[in-house]
Structures are given as structure tokens and as C-alpha cells.
């Protein structure tokens, strides 16, 4: 990756912040860095879609960070979240956050180092992963990440993005053949969601750009299941 990447600190412990801007700087990556000590700072002043990755200590005065990660979710951000923590007990409710992982205080640079190499790995990763398909007569590509959801009608899918739909006329057994599974999940006779773009899950998926993805009734328990095991999935090794 030769982009030049923006990251996000909020600590409210100035001498953590500078720190780990300190590793960052260190680690050879190209970037700049901001640092904020509070979420509500960094939410009024930072450019929100044009950072890549926010690393965000999880005990902040006022909004923590766990809530701030979740409002980031909640406004569409296409950036990856670690946690710079002391404790992992709020590690469920970051990872339903979709954080990229956990990093524990006192920091060891070399764990900052390699998380860096996960995120810069994962970010070519997904960048590079796409589907097309045919809107209009024209052929559209579409990134994986960027499909939240899917709504299937007849012959006929829409697609739900960050940027608006994409209606076209494939069949979903085309459509499926060109998303891995996971994360895309088919979820219902008329739906098949993303799994990463999920906020939370009650009777129905709640996703993170305020749409509602229904489960099949007969299915319910067992979509669950799948979720939460994916969750878990992604989960696993992320405390370092």
C-alpha cells in the first residue's frame, strides 16, 4: 500500500496518545496522525470518512469508546477501529462494533507493529474484492465491503450500498455465486445480508445505515447461531 493513509487517536491520557502516535510514527507506515482527548472532539473536528483507521482508547471521560465506535459505525465510516484498553471487558460489545482488535495497555510496540500490518493486509485485501453486475445496460462494480445488504424480488435484485442502490436484473443464484459466504448470509426468502455491516440483531438484523434486514421466522434461531459464531469467528486472537 502506497497510499498515504489519515489515523485517529482519542485517548484522554496525553502521555498514552503520544506514545502510541510516537509507535505509529515509528513503524515506517505513511500517514498522518491526529490526536484527540475526547470522542466529542474528535467526532465535531475530525473528517470522519477520510480517516482509515481511528484507534480509540475504550475509558474516555464522557462518551467512551466503545460508544464512539458505534456512532462511527452509525454515520457509514469505511475505517477500521482498534481498541487501546486496560481491561477486555467491554470486548463483546467491540467486536459487535466490527473492531479490527483489542490492544492491551501498557502498549508493546511490537503488537502496535503487527497490528498495523493486519490493517494495511485487510485493507488490500477487501480494496481488491469486487462483484459486477448489470444496472441499466451498464456493467456496475460493486466492492464487497461496500454491500450492506441485498433485497431480492422475483428475477430481480437491489442492491443497498453507501452510495445509493443498484437495481439489476441478475438472479440471486448468479449474484451469490460472485460473494463469499461468509460474510454474505441469505438470511431470508427475500433477503440476503452482510454480516460485517450489521449493528445489532433482535428479531431482525439492525444495520449500521439504519436499514432492517427481516429473518426468516422458521430460521430465526439458526441464522442467530451463524451470526453469533461469526462473530466469534472474527473474534478469535484479536486480544493481544
Known amino acids: 500500500m ?3 493513509l489519515n489515523i ?3 485517548d484522554d491520557c496525553a502521555a498514552d496518545a503520544r506514545l502510541l502516535s510516537d509507535i505509529v510514527r515509528n513503524s515506517g507506515l505513511l500517514c498522518d496522525i491526529a490526536v484527540y482527548e475526547s470522542a466529542e472532539r474528535l467526532l465535531s473536528e475530525s473528517n470522519l470518512n477520510g480517516t482509515d483507521l481511528f484507534l480509540l482508547d ?8 466503545v ?3 458505534r456512532e462511527l459505525r452509525a454515520r457509514n465510516c469505511d475505517c477500521e477501529i482498534v481498541f487501546i484498553t486496560t481491561s477486555d471487558a467491554h470486548a463483546l460489545e467491540a467486536f459487535e462494533a466490527d473492531a479490527l482488535q483489542y490492544l ?3 502498549l508493546d510496540p511490537k503488537k502496535v507493529a503487527a497490528m498495523l500490518e493486519r490493517f494495511i493486509t485487510i485493507r488490500d485485501r477487501r480494496d481488491l474484492h469486487y462483484c459486477a453486475v448489470t444496472a441499466d445496460k451498464t456493467e456496475v ?3 464487497h465491503r461496500d454491500i450492506h445488504y441485498i433485497e431480492i ?3 430481480r435484485c437491489v442492491i443497498h450500498t453507501p452510495n445509493g442502490v443498484v437495481d439489476t436484473h441478475s438472479t440471486l443464484g448468479k449474484l ?3 460473494l463469499p459466504n461468509p460474510p454474505f448470509l441469505r438470511c431470508h426468502r427475500g433477503y440476503v445480508v452482510n454480516m460485517d455491516h450489521v449493528r445489532g440483531v433482535d428479531r431482525d438484523f439492525m444495520m449500521e445505515n439504519g436499514g432492517t434486514v427481516f429473518i426468516s421466522k422458521a430460521e430465526r434461531a439458526n441464522i442467530k447461531q451463524i451470526y453469533m459464531k461469526y462473530l466469534a469467528y472474527k473474534a478469535r486472537g484479536r486480544v493481544v
Do not use: H, T, V, W
Not at 475504550?58 to 469508546?65: F, Q
Open 153 to 155: 424480488f422475483d428475477k
Open 2 to 4: 502506497n497510499q498515504r
Open 58 to 65: 475504550i475509558y474516555l471521560g464522557g462518551m467512551s469508546g
Open 176 to 178: 451469490l455465486e460472485k
Open 104 to 106: 492491551a495497555k501498557p
Open 8 to 10: 485517529s487517536i482519542c
Open 141 to 143: 462494480k460493486i466492492f
Open 67 to 69: 460508544e464512539l465506535a
